[in-house]
């Protein structure tokens, strides 16, 4: 086993803590290719403010293998903070790698203690081998502040809850398009292309993660394929997109068309919806 695959188990983990309703951070450790041990951050469930992914894998490494864990990788999803980079240090841990940095979280404006593990080992005068950015993309999904938010949203719901936070995206898609009407220039008498733009401005994405695939005076079929928060959430919290985009936002994006016309639709494909597609198939129609 190499590195990235430790992280693939690492990563594992920390969908496993999203799940429980911890904060998201999974570590492995492993030694001559074999993985030693596996976990996550149980902060929140454990109401212990040390139950870092990190601190958690280095204890049960240390049940197999006894405290000095020299010649061991550990590999976690997030750069480790201060006191896990102790405890690495204490541990005798030979090499680290992680996914998402501490400065990545700051740039995002998340609370971390500004002090990156390099320091930590640098001034502990010991020589531990870093491999940062593994699985780079993989682990910044699991920070991402939307994503999250959907986790939060979607964790454990039931149908009347979709159904109330349906009703709050038609209230804030309603809000968005009124307030921000004077400024959507490319609404004009071609109502299916108008819908088509419309919904490219409002989730933030080009026309080539959108690409049209047909076009007809009745129809605009589109492929989707942008960065969607509520994919990563279900991904993550296993939940079939079916379901849930049906329940949760299908509604409140065919009432924000309709607010260019009651007369355009919106709709998908059901059988074709990622992650069971490479893309969403959806459609703006208009009724005769």
Not at 42 to 52: A, G, R
């Amino acid at each position: 086993m190499n590195i990235e695959e430790c992280m693939k188990i690492a990563v594992k983990e920390a969908k496993i803590s999203l799940c429980e309703g911890n904060h998201g951070f999974g570590a492995a450790i492993m030694k001559n290719g074999q993985i030693i041990a596996s976990a996550h951050d149980k902060e929140d469930t454990e109401n212990d403010p040390t139950s870092h992914a990190e601190m958690n894998v280095i204890r049960e490494a240390s049940r197999k293998l006894g405290k000095k864990l020299s010649g061991c990788i550990l590999v976690s999803t997030h750069e480790p903070c201060p006191m896990c980079a102790s405890a690495i240090v204490w541990s005798s841990i030979t090499e680290i790698a992680y996914g998402y940095s501490i400065h990545e979280a700051l740039s995002q404006g998340r609370e971390r203690i500004v002090l990156p593990c390099t320091e930590v080992f640098n001034q502990s005068n010991v020589n531990i081998k870093i491999s940062a950015g593994i699985l780079n993309t993989e682990c910044s999904v699991l920070y991402r502040e939307d994503v999250r938010k959907e986790i939060e949203n979607l964790r454990g719901v039931d149908d009347r809850g979709l159904d109330a936070l349906n009703e709050d995206s038609i209230c804030r898609r309603t809000k968005w398009f009124q307030a921000n009407r004077h400024r959507f220039h490319f609404i004009t008498d071609d109502l299916l292309g108008s819908g088509y733009q419309l919904l490219l401005e409002r989730f933030h994405i080009t026309a080539a993660e959108a690409p049209v695939i047909k076009k007809t005076d009745q129809e605009i079929v589109f492929h989707s394929m942008n960065f969607c928060p509520t994919l990563e959430a279900c991904r993550i919290l296993a939940l079939d997109t079916r379901y849930i985009c049906k329940r949760l936002n299908e509604t409140s994006t065919d009432c924000l068309l309709k607010q260019i016309d009651p007369r355009l639709n919106f709709s998908r494909n059901y059988d074709k919806l990622r992650p069971y597609s490479e893309y969403c198939e959806e459609m703006v129609s208009i009724q005769a």
